[in-house]
C-alpha cells in the first residue's frame, strides 16, 4: 500500500497555510512550520468550531501540538480554531475556555448572557462564573442587558472575557 502523499505548506512572509481537507486551511506562524509539516492535516468540526486534527503518527490537534500541550486546554483567543498563530493561542482551564466562548446558535436576543424574560417582557442579563448562574438584572432593551453583560464579563472573566 502506498504511502499518501504529504499536502505541502505555503509560506507567506511569516505566515504559514497548513491546507486541510474541505477545501480549508489552517493559519500559524512560518517559524512553526517544521512542527506540523509532514502529516496531513483535516478539517475537525467539535461542538460548533472547526480545528485542524492529525491523526498520524499520533492523534493531535495542531493548537495543541505547537503549545506543547497535550492533556491541557488551548483557547484561541479570537475565537476561530483555524488560526494557530502563537499570539492567538494560550493555555486555559475549562472554565476560562468556556467564558471566552462564541454565542449559542439557538440564542433569541443575539447576545451573550441574555435572554427575554417572557412574564415581565424585560431581558434579563446573567453570567456563569465559578459553576454558578449570577443574575445581573432586568433591562428595557437587549443591547442594554449586552452592555450589563460586558462589564460584569470584563470584570469576571478578565482576559478570557468575550463581550
Same mark, same amino acid.
Given at each position: 500500500m502506498a504511502?499518501?502523499?504529504? *499536502?505541502?505548506? =505555503?509560506?507567506?512572509? #511569516?505566515?504559514?497555510?497548513?491546507?486541510?481537507?474541505?477545501? *480549508? &486551511? %489552517?493559519v500559524i506562524d512560518a517559524a512553526d512550520a517544521e512542527i506540523v509539516d509532514g502529516r496531513n492535516w483535516y478539517l475537525d468540526r467539535s461542538g460548533g468550531q472547526m480545528y485542524a486534527k @492529525?491523526? !498520524?503518527? +499520533?492523534?493531535? =490537534?495542531m493548537h495543541c501540538l505547537l503549545m506543547g500541550l497535550s492533556g491541557a486546554l488551548v483557547d484561541h483567543n479570537d475565537g476561530d480554531g483555524l488560526n494557530n498563530r502563537r499570539s492567538n493561542l494560550r493555555a486555559a482551564t475549562r472554565?476560562?475556555? !468556556?467564558? #471566552? @466562548?462564541?454565542?449559542? %446558535?439557538? @440564542?433569541? +436576543? $443575539?447576545? *451573550? $448572557?441574555v435572554s427575554l424574560h417572557r412574564q415581565t417582557g424585560r431581558w434579563h442579563a446573567y453570567i456563569n462564573s465559578n459553576g454558578r448562574r449570577h443574575s445581573l438584572g432586568y433591562f428595557a432593551t437587549a443591547e442594554d442587558a449586552a452592555a450589563a453583560y460586558a462589564k460584569a464579563s470584563l470584570q469576571m472573566?478578565? &482576559?478570557?472575557?468575550r463581550t
Open positions: 504511502k499518501k502523499e504529504i *499536502r505541502p505548506i =505555503r509560506i507567506e512572509g #511569516n505566515v504559514a497555510y497548513v491546507p486541510l481537507t474541505q477545501g *480549508r &486551511e %489552517a @492529525s491523526d !498520524a503518527p +499520533s492523534r493531535v =490537534r472554565g476560562q475556555n !468556556a467564558c #471566552n @466562548s462564541k454565542i449559542r %446558535a439557538d @440564542s433569541t +436576543s $443575539g447576545f *451573550r $448572557g472573566h478578565g &482576559e478570557f472575557a
